[in-house]
Structure formats: structure tokens, C-alpha cells
Nanobody, 125 residues
């Protein structure tokens, strides 16, 4: 059974940084699309970034371009989201999601088969 476990959330001041990690276990596929989604209170889930096998394709939503960096470590079986210059509007629960696919998708949460439990990110002074 494939499992995704997020870590690295917390509270930071505006302008600060956090690094989220998604640990993947139980995978039987050599190819994947892994994304980070987020959900703020009272809002719909929003795709933030996606990466496909070995970093073959990467996409970001406009609001995080230049501030967030997604990367995959296939030795450690982790996907990281480095978040810099954080803003109060980045406050949300962040979820790691996965589908065994070569296709990059960041707009449709229902497309993904596996979800982590989420980690809270709070940006506040």
C-alpha cells in the first residue's frame, strides 16, 4: 500500500522560509506525478506545484513562481517543496499527492489517487 507522509510545516513570519518533505513508501511504479496541493480555511483545494519522474517536468502556479521550488530525491524517496518569501496568503494545510503517471497535472485534485494527511503552514507576524 503506497503511503505519503508530509513533514516540515510550521509557523513563520512573512518573508520567512519553510521546507516541506513528502516521504513516499510502498510504491510499485517507477514513474509518477507528485504534486503539492493546499487548502486554506473556507477555500477550495489549490494545486501549487507538480513534478514528474526524475524531475522530467515541473510546473508551478503563478502565485508561487520564483518563491517555491519542488524537487525529487529518488534515493531517499522524497519530494520536497522549498518555500521562500512566504506570504500570509500562503497559509494553508499542504498536502502531498501522487498518481502513477507521466502526465503533469496541477489543477485537478480528483485526478490523484494517493493523498498524505497534510501539514499546516501558517504565515503570520
Amino acid at each position: 500500500q503506497l503511503q505519503l507522509v508530509e513533514s516540515g510545516g510550521g509557523q513563520v513570519q512573512p518573508g520567512g522560509s519553510l521546507r516541506l518533505t513528502c516521504a513516499v513508501s510502498g510504491s510499485t511504479s517507477d514513474y509518477y506525478a507528485i504534486a503539492w496541493f493546499r487548502q486554506a480555511p473556507g477555500k477550495e483545494r489549490e494545486g501549487v506545484s507538480c513534478i514528474t519522474t526524475s524531475g522530467g517536468s515541473i510546473v508551478y502556479i503563478d502565485s508561487v513562481k520564483g518563491r517555491f521550488t519542488i524537487s525529487a530525491d529518488e534515493v531517499k524517496n522524497t519530494v520536497n517543496l522549498e518555500m521562500n518569501s512566504l506570504r500570509p496568503e500562503d497559509t494553508a494545510v499542504y498536502y502531498c499527492v501522487r498518481r502513477d503517471s507521466h502526465t503533469i497535472v496541477v489543477s485537478t485534485p480528483a485526478w490523484y489517487d494517493y493523498w498524505g494527511q497534510g501539514t499546516q503552514v501558517t504565515v503570520s507576524s
